[in-house]
């Protein structure tokens, strides 16, 4: 079975701090793909990334940057100075190779202080 | 690019009463998820259409929940007789149909159902 875990329930931050924030995910399958999403306080589900199991390079996006490590099944993400509108609930999710439902982490609500 | 809309944005209802949920994912996505959180709890998947044909539904709780995808457009999930414990947020969410692979799949703002 998958199983995605997000240890941090909750993490507080003064602005211009980093913060990472940590998913471990469970899967017996070889190919997967993980993904992150946003949550503002609007509701919506925002995608941020999407990585597959095959493709183990960090990637960066201007303030935001994820770190995939298959021998840990983590899938980390770092934001780097950051700022007030960064606060909202993070999810990790991990689906198999075929257009599955996504298994959904519980969450990590981030509040960044001004 | 219209986002996934979905409708309501809040309903409130009584126990025992019926309730239907909409959602108009975007325009050439095939595929449709329907999830939803209970307060508190993780988002848990419901079900899953490729165009109008149900993939998967094995989150469906019980057979109160009735999902329908009319010509592969936009889906609707009813839930007849409502309880307690449906109250939460629903969620839509539409993706590109890629064979294999998972593509990123967008969301819609949800619809908070409370049940009284």
């Known amino acids: 079975a998958q199983k995605v875990t997000q240890a941090q329930t909750e993490i507080s931050v003064v602005e211009k701090e980093d913060v990472t924030l940590d998913c471990v995910y469970e899967t017996r399958d070889t190919t997967y793909y993980l993904f992150w999403y946003k949550q503002p306080p609007s509701g919506e589900l925002v995608f941020l990334i999407r990585r597959n199991s095959f493709d183990e390079q960090n990637e960066i996006s201007g303030r935001y940057s994820w770190n995939f490590q298959k021998s840990t099944s983590s899938f980390n993400f770092t934001i780097t100075a950051s700022q007030v509108v960064d606060s909202a609930v993070y999810f990790c999710?991990?689906?198999?190779?075929?257009?599955?439902?996504?298994?959904f982490g519980p969450g990590t609500r981030l509040s960044v202080l001004p | 690019e219209a986002g996934v809309t979905q409708f309501p944005s809040h309903s409130v209802i009584e126990k025992g009463q019926t309730v239907t949920l909409r959602c108009d994912p975007i325009s050439g996505h095939d595929n449709l998820y329907w999830y939803r959180r209970v307060m508190g709890k993780e988002i848990k998947f419901l079900l899953h259409f490729v165009k109008e044909s149900k993939q998967d539904e094995s989150g469906m709780p019980n057979n109160r929940f009735l999902a329908e995808r009319t010509g592969g457009t936009y889906s609707t999930l009813k839930v007849q007789p409502a309880e307690l414990e449906d109250s939460g947020v629903y969620f839509c969410a539409s993706s590109f149909f890629a064979g294999t692979g998972a593509r990123e799949q967008y969301f819609g703002p949800g619809t908070r159902l409370t049940v009284t």
């Open positions: 999710a991990l689906s198999g190779n075929y257009g599955q439902n996504f298994v």
